[in-house]
């Protein structure tokens, strides 16, 4: 596959009045949150009505014209980062690229033992911790392939984009461009998360994610694998136990994959270690009253699950009752968060320091499940295919990471993982793990 810029440019936002709007203040979970870019690709294969009015040059230009009118919606994505504090500037705009793809869609999309083959059609590099103060907020690349399929490529910078941000803007941006309605209901409730959760002036220098998340030196490997509804099933069963009943589907799975990459590290390192399991807790439906999905920034929490071998087998039920312990005890209310900030960022330096040290595991599990619905319709459909491009072979910073999202195919659910070579090595040559794990593969070819 050969990708070829034929274009650049920043896109702006529609209005030329946003330099009269006050800095947007971060929160201090922003301020927490990791400065790197997280990276997703919509497919969308080529209608089949050859008589489309939005083919060619005509769909490109309203893609453009229509992220101009979301950026006005979500201004802060067109913005510069100021100090860790506040996101200003947002006449600057986001990058945007144009490229051609030699090869077909379907081939790409065949090739699922080579996630790394993704990143040519980002518009920059994902997963790496970046300090450049004057980095974009987003990033957008459009691949328009020989068969006429289109890839679109977004790269949202973590400091004001969390998942949930980014599918609202998303949801705008492709209302726009289908000459839908794509504006904010209450745009006061956008940077309500600094009003909740003030910034820290001076925020401490161990308090970062960055220490945990970007220090590993171990040369990774991206997989991605589909669990069928009968392995969902399964597996939902074996995470039931007097303590929880009525497991989830998608706690039952981030069990066994916990599960499974802390028998991996075990059998390469040859040592039982402690692991933890870290997984971003949306807190918008938690709040009181609710907030909307389009309320800018990082509003999780972070639930950290400590398992602590101590021989013998790992039960998949007893990892499963202790994330559903830590993800329904992280707190939800913006004062017991802001009084238990000095015990939070303890915890962060107790689990860094462990794992810097060689003396644990950590993992990182993010739940898209609830996220893209696979409803993003720009114009020409909606996609037959969504993916997150795999960590490239010279990142040496990002630790093991994986995602959960909907698959293709009926209450499927795909699993991308990222391990060190070694671990993943083990992985898929484990015969209990595969029982249940089938490599990806597109199971609906003709709507490609």
Known sequence: ????????????????????????????????????????ILFYAKP??????????????????????????????????????????????????????????????????????????????????????????LAVQVNIFDCGGIALALCCFHKIFDATTAYAFLNSWAAFSRGSNGEIPNPGLLGVSSRLFPP????????????????????????????????????????????????????????FLWKHAIQASRSVSGTLKPAFLCQPVNIRPRLKPQLPSYSIGNMFGLAISMYNPVGGDIE????????????????NDPQVVLQGFKAMIEQLSHVEEMVSKGDAECYLLSNWLNTLDGNEDFGWGKPCLKSIPGIDSQNR??????????????????????????????LERDAHFLAFASPNSYSDQSKI
Not at 319 to 327: G, I, K, M, P, W
Not at 408 to 419: D, G, N, R
């Open 316 to 331: 998949l039920s007893e990892l499963a009752y202790l994330l559903r312990e830590t993800t329904e005890s992280a707190p």
């Open 48 to 137: 089949s009505d050859c008589d489309s009015n939005i083919e060619g040059s005509q769909f490109l230009d309203r893609l453009k014209q229509s992220l101009s009118k979301a950026l006005t919606q979500f201004y802060p994505a067109a913005g510069r980062l100021k100090n860790n504090l506040f996101v200003t500037d947002f006449n600057e705009g986001v990058p945007y690229a144009e490229a051609r793809v030699t090869g077909r869609l379907s081939d790409l999309i065949q090739q699922t033992d080579n996630l790394e083959a993704m990143n040519l059609l980002l518009p920059c590099r994902p997963f790496r911790n970046i300090q450049d103060p004057t980095t974009p907020q």
């Open 397 to 426: 910073e990002m630790r093991n990471l994986m995602y959960l999202k909907n698959a293709m195919q009926h209450k499927a659910i795909e699993a991308w993982v990222s391990l060190s070579e070694k671990e993943m090595g083990f």
């Open 1 to 40: 596959m050969e990708v070829e810029i034929t274009s650049k440019q920043m896109i702006k936002p529609s209005s030329s009045e946003l330099h009269l709007f006050k800095p947007f203040k971060l929160s201090f979970l922003d301020q927490l949150g990791t400065s790197m870019y997280t990276p997703g």
């Open 200 to 255: 820290i002036e001076l925020m401490p220098e161990n308090a970062a994610m960055k220490r945990l998340f970007f220090n590993d030196v171990r040369r990774k490997m991206t997989r991605s694998f589909v669990f069928d509804a009968n392995a969902i099933t399964t597996l939902v069963l074996k995470a039931k136990s007097k303590s929880l009943e009525h497991p989830s589907r998608a706690l039952a799975l981030s069990a």
